[in-house]
């Protein structure tokens, strides 16, 4: 059994942000996190000094690697200001964040919803799968960092591999795919602070080698916190799309989303209403459990798309549990149908969008 103590020995031989001084004694260790024969680490360091340290960051990463029994590693390099530090006097404009360029990825798009419970993840997962059978080349990245769901929707349980330091995607149906969940088991609690989430966040763009992709679809943790800054902050978006319940309740955290994205410039591509209707499985009445229509009269009132509605339907829940998404289980049925005609409204609005720049975020 891997315990701290081995974790800092082992990091006694990699010199830390100075060049010379072991890193264990330099202070920028935040944080150590241990899951079995798996470790996450976290380190800060001086925002003008994170990408000269990214040379630091990888040698700590290949000394946890060799130790015996480690199965994989995580290592987050988080840049903070001491808490000491007065705040920049600003003498002219800011200058915008670094944007982290994904190699071959030709857009990236998010999938949130402003609460939790609404069927974000599985509208992600067939949605990608929809981009896919319209001829895309698709990658999606569970940044749900808290509650991954890509192992069981995509019926995945083996680790990445790790190909000349960069990590190597996993493929099912046809796209490729990265989650945290692939390196935890499946009831494994991530207890991790926000500068750690926001490191994992950067590594998952960073460091997979996602190839030649046409759209990343970017499943996000719900709300508006720590991942989906970094994620606005870091890389150029070419659009967001929003999944809510049609009740009044998860509508009026749709609108927080909408509002969040509308803040840091990044196109809404639209809104999908799911669960919008129950229609049973037996004698085909139809009951609208969770109200009916709200997302698309809330999409028109904010002014943006309406991409569709998704039915609360026994099937697509049972094969979701089952690893294969309703599109690839049932691609003939009225739900599949539904996913495709998102996805070709989705793929009409980013075809011929110009290539944005990463926008500017100043947090007061």
Not at 141 to 151: A, E, F, M, R, W
Request: aromatic share 4%; hydrophobic share 45%; with cysteine.
């Amino acid at each position: 059994m891997i315990s701290e103590q081995d974790v800092y020995a082992a990091l006694q031989g990699v010199a830390g942000p100075d060049g010379k001084t072991p890193l264990p004694e330099t202070g920028a260790i935040a944080g150590v996190t241990l899951r079995g024969d798996k470790i996450y680490l976290s380190l800060s360091v001086a925002p003008e000094q994170a990408a000269a340290l990214e040379g630091m960051r990888l040698a700590a990463e290949q000394t946890l690697r060799r130790l015996p029994g480690v199965a994989s590693v995580l290592v987050n390099l988080t840049a903070q200001k001491p808490a000491s530090a007065p705040p920049p006097r600003r003498t002219g404009p800011s200058t915008p964040p670094r944007s982290l360029a994904v190699p071959g990825v030709e857009r990236i798009i998010a999938v949130a919803s402003g609460k939790g419970g609404v069927g974000k993840s599985t509208t992600a997962v067939n949605l990608a799968l929809g981009l896919a059978s319209l001829g895309w080349r698709i990658g999606i990245l569970d940044l749900d960092i808290y509650g991954p769901s890509l192992p069981r929707l995509l019926h995945i349980h083996e680790q990445p591999s790790v190909v000349d330091r960069r990590i190597q995607p996993l493929e099912a149906f046809g796209v490729k795919a990265m989650s945290i969940g692939f390196m935890l088991d499946e009831e494994e609690p991530v207890v991790w602070r926000g500068p750690m989430v926001m490191g994992a966040v950067q590594q998952m763009l960073r460091d997979v080698a996602w190839g030649e992709l046409d759209c990343l679809v970017v499943d996000m943790p719900p709300g508006t916190g720590d991942a989906q800054l970094t994620l606005a902050q870091n890389v150029a978006l070419a659009g967001a799309v929003i999944v809510s319940t049609p009740q009044d309740l998860a509508l009026i955290d749709a609108r927080r989303g909408i509002a969040m994205f509308n803040k840091v410039n990044v196109p809404v591509l639209g809104v999908v209403e799911n669960m919008s209707y129950f229609l049973c499985p037996q004698c085909g009445t139809r009951s609208d459990i969770f109200a009916h229509g709200g997302a698309r009269h809330e999409a028109e009132k904010l002014g943006v798309p309406f991409l569709g509605e998704v039915p609360l339907a026994l099937d697509i829940r049972a094969h979701s549990d089952e690893g294969e998404p309703i599109i690839v289980a049932a691609p003939e049925s009225v739900y599949a149908a539904a996913y495709r005609g998102i996805a070709a409204k989705v793929q009409a609005a980013l075809e011929g969008a110009p290539v944005r720049p990463a926008p500017k975020i100043v947090i007061e």
